[in-house]
C-alpha cells in the first residue's frame, strides 16, 4: 500500500537529502537526491502514472531508481553517453551485478590495490565498471574526469577509504536488480534519444544536462562529457509531445532559452555536496504543480504506486 505525507511546497525550503532514500552506487557530481520529493510531485500531478520515464543523461540516475522504486512510471530509460557510466550501467542491468557486488565486496582498498587495478587495461565490461566505481569512490567529489585528484586526508582521516563502503555499494547494486525489468539502459547520445522519442506523447521526461556553469569546478571538469549544445536542448525539448521537467544551473542564459521558449521557471533552494546554499532552476510547460500547497512524501509499506501501470 502506497501511503502520503506531505510537506509544504515553499521553493525555498531546502530538501534534507538525509530523509531521501539513497538508491544509486554512485558518488555523483551534480546528483539530484534533493530533487526527488518534487519529482514525485510532478508525476502524481499526472492523472495516471505515465507509461515511460526517460532520462537521456543518466549519470548516477537517482531520479530514475526512484522511479522504478516507487513505480512512479510504467517503465524508466536510461541513457548515458560517458563509457564509464555507461560500463557500471550495463553491468548492473544486463546480468554481471552479483559478480560486481562480490568484487565491491571482498576487495581490500588501499592506495596501492587501487593503483593496481586502474592501472590494468579492462578486459571485460563488468572490469571496467569495477574500475568506474573504484575511481568514482576515491576521487575527489566523486569526478571520473580525467585529471581528478584523489583523496587524500578525507573524512576523519580515512583517506581514500572514507568514501569506500562496500556493504552499502554492493546492497544498492542487489537492490538494482530486483527491479531491473522496469529499467532499460541505452549508451548513446541524450540528444539523439530525445529526438528520436520526440512524438511519444505517453513518455515523460526528465532532462538534467551537464550544466553550462557547472561543468568545470576549480579548473577540473566534473564530467567526461561536459560540452552539450544547450540552444539545441531547449529546442529540442520544445518538440516533445510528453511532458518534461529540465534541472538546471540558474544562470542568465539558461533564463534567457527558457524565455525565448516560452518556458515557465522556478527557482529552488538547494544545498551542493559542500553544504553551501544555492539555487537551481526548474523549467517545463507549467510548473503549477509546484506552487500548490504540498509536497508529496512517500512511504512505501508495500512496492508500488497505487493504480494502473
Known amino acids: 500500500m502506497l501511503q502520503l505525507s506531505f510537506l509544504p511546497t515553499n521553493t525555498q525550503k531546502i530538501v534534507n537529502v538525509a530523509s531521501v532514500k539513497h538508491r544509486s552506487p554512485f ?50 530509460t536510461l541513457v548515458e553517453l560517458d563509457e564509464q557510466v555507461a560500463a557500471v550501467w550495463e553491468t548492473i542491468l544486463e546480468g554481471d551485478a552479483d559478480w560486481l557486488a562480490e568484487e565491491i565486496l571482498s576487495f581490500n582498498l588501499t592506495p596501492e ?20 566505481i573504484l575511481r568514482n569512490r576515491i576521487n575527489h567529489g566523486g569526478i571520473l574526469a580525467s585529471g581528478a585528484g584523489r583523496i587524500k586526508t578525507g573524512e576523519n582521516g580515512k583517506g581514500i577509504r ?20 522496469r529499467i532499460t ?14 512524438l511519444c506523447n505517453t513518455t515523460v521526461y526528465f532532462i538534467d544536462p551537464p550544466y553550462t ?3 568545470k ?22 518538440t516533445l509531445t510528453g511532458d518534461f521537467l529540465m534541472t538546471y544551473d540558474n544562470c542568465t542564459e539558461v533564463r534567457r532559452l527558457a524565455k525565448a521558449y516560452n518556458f515557465d521557471t522556478e527557482v529552488i533552494a538547494m544545498k551542493n555536496t559542500h553544504h553551501a546554499k544555492m539555487t537551481e532552476l526548474l523549467i517545463g510547460r507549467n510548473l503549477d504543480w509546484i506552487r500548490g500547497q504540498c509536497i508529496p512524501q512517500v512511504n512505501m509499506t508495500q512496492s508500488g504506486r497505487q493504480g494502473n501501470l
Not at 590495490?113 to 568506474?132: C, G, H, N, Y
Not at 572514507?162 to 525489468?181: G, K, L
Not at 569546478?217 to 520544445?238: M, P, Q, S
Open 185 to 198: 539502459f541505452m549508451q548513446g547520445d541524450g540528444l539523439q534519444i530525445l529526438r528520436d522519442n520526440a
Open 162 to 181: 572514507s568514501r569506500w563502503y562496500p556493504e552499502t555499494i554492493s546492497s544498492r547494486i542487489q537492490q538494482i536488480t530486483v527491479m531491473r525489468d
Open 27 to 76: 558518488r555523483y557530481p551534480g546528483g539530484k537526491t534533493w530533487l526527488v520529493p518534487r519529482v514525485r510531485r510532478w508525476l502524481f500531478s499526472f492523472p495516471q502514472p505515465p507509461t515511460e520515464f526517460l532520462k537521456p543523461f543518466a549519470g548516477g540516475a537517482i531520479i530514475g531508481l526512484t522511479v522504478a522504486a516507487e513505480r512512479l512510471a510504467g517503465h524508466i
Open 213 to 215: 556553469a557547472a561543468g
Open 217 to 238: 569546478r576549480a579548473g577540473t571538469r566534473l564530467y567526461t562529457y561536459h560540452e552539450l549544445d544547450h540552444e539545441e536542448l531547449f529546442a529540442i525539448a520544445d
Open 113 to 132: 590495490t587501487a593503483d593496481e587495478v586502474l592501472s590494468r587495461i579492462p578486459q571485460t565490461l563488468k572490469e571496467k565498471a569495477f574500475q568506474t
